[in-house]
């Protein structure tokens, strides 16, 4: 099994923010969202809130939208973004974990035919549950998941946790894979 970020690593960009920016040109009007959203990255900064506190506020756009029809529009627009080397080594049993909102993610994942750990965020931008990422991607695949990871692929030292378990890790930068030696 092989074991993927998606953001950065085999999406070409984040994709929250594309999303976030692709939902402002369809309806400017979730730009009144924008105060709660400053105010939550301040608190978040000053680390007055923590990060699900801040992502609840960045998703508050959610309730505004027709969450569905975006994000399936988004899709339709961003796929050619998921990076040609993944696409020729893509498995049906690679397993997608990502901090981003798994609402965003699972239609792609569900076209790909892979496998989805993700954020849990309801349709009012509300965080269901621990952000998936660092140690918290650990705890997530351990829940779902006994089997041995073969290969892990991030272009996030905060993934260092899944690339300890896997018997091959590999860093991405662009379409550049250089082999990750996550043991020392």
């Known amino acids: 099994m ?3 970020d998606f953001d950065d690593t085999i999406y070409d960009g984040d994709s929250s923010i594309r999303f976030y920016v692709f939902c402002i040109r369809k309806k400017p009007s979730i730009l009144k969202c924008l105060p709660t959203q400053i105010i ?4 978040y900064f000053l680390r007055l ?3 699900e506190q801040f992502k609840s506020k960045y998703f508050s756009f959610f309730r505004f939208i027709d969450l569905g029809k975006y994000v399936s529009d988004f899709w339709e627009k961003e796929k050619y973004r998921i990076k040609p080397w993944y696409l020729s080594k893509k498995a049906e049993d690679d397993v997608i974990i990502s901090a981003s909102p798994e609402v965003l993610l699972k239609p ?5 035919n892979v496998r989805l750990i993700a954020t849990k965020v309801d ?3 509300e965080l269901q549950s621990k952000n998936c ?8 695949f351990k829940q779902q998941f006994q089997e041995q990871i073969d290969e892990f692929y991030s272009d996030s030292i905060n993934d260092i946790f899944l690339a ?4 091959k890790a590999y860093m991405v930068k662009k379409e550049t894979l250089v082999e990750w030696n996550a043991q020392e």
Not at 40 to 43: A, S
Not at 108 to 112: G, N, P, R, S, Y
């Open 123 to 125: 349709r009012n931008g």
């Open 2 to 4: 092989n074991v993927y």
């Open 40 to 43: 939550g990255f301040i608190r």
């Open 108 to 112: 792609i994942c569900e076209e790909l």
């Open 133 to 140: 990422k660092g140690k918290n991607k650990v705890d997530y």
């Open 164 to 167: 300890k378990m896997a018997k």
């Open 49 to 51: 809130d923590n990060l």
